[in-house]
């Protein structure tokens, strides 16, 4: 199993990764056969290839993750809470299967990513819905 | 499935019912065979009998639960954020299958909630561990 500061630390480089915009980045945190459910209650997205695709969507638009609180770690689970900031530009670009409002919003989210023995992401969950869209 | 105020009025009542000390009244938002999963990686109490015998451990140390931030809604699944500040006293009562140090202390949590039809949580996972544990 991975150490906490591992798990702490792939989760503060998908923040910073995101906000760089740097899809491949993300990518390389996620195993080769990991699942990426985005929302939670939509089809998965399963692969390596399928998950570069859908970052490199989803980070189109310019969105910026801002974490709500620590990370919490137990096992190999890490769960944490943030805010996505969308402009609201170039939003028919977005890569959630989710119909989203015109102009600027903040999503709240939890994510759960699952490690595996190589501090790799196997599994990540991603918890919102429309009710955690706040516009702005 | 449950509507979405249905699911966060559940999340509002547990805080609420917590806060009361009232382990039946949290045994009751549970349905009959549900898992409670605290923190992830232990065994998982199986049962409302199980999951009653752990919320009366658990709300004996008169420990208060802060939410954190919005529930999240995303289909049949709640999951929020929260600190339990514990106050240091009664902790040989203590449920949970983990060391805590001696002390006042808040643990930070984020908890998953999984809905059935009847709109009765039949999954509880709780995500925490060691560094979660932020000590006065």
Partial sequence: MPSSDQMKAAVQA??????AQDAQGIADLYADDATVTDPVG??????KEAILEFYTMAVKNGAVLTQQG???IAD???AFAFGVFVGGAGMTDKAVDVELPAGSMTIHVID???FN???KVTEMRAHWGPENIEKH
């Fill in 70 to 72: 620590q990370t919490r």
């Fill in 42 to 47: 939509t089809p998965a997205k399963i692969g």
């Fill in 117 to 119: 023995e190589d501090g």
């Fill in 112 to 114: 759960t990513f699952v």
């Fill in 76 to 78: 190999n689970v890490a």
């Fill in 14 to 19: 998908y923040f910073d990764l995101f906000n």
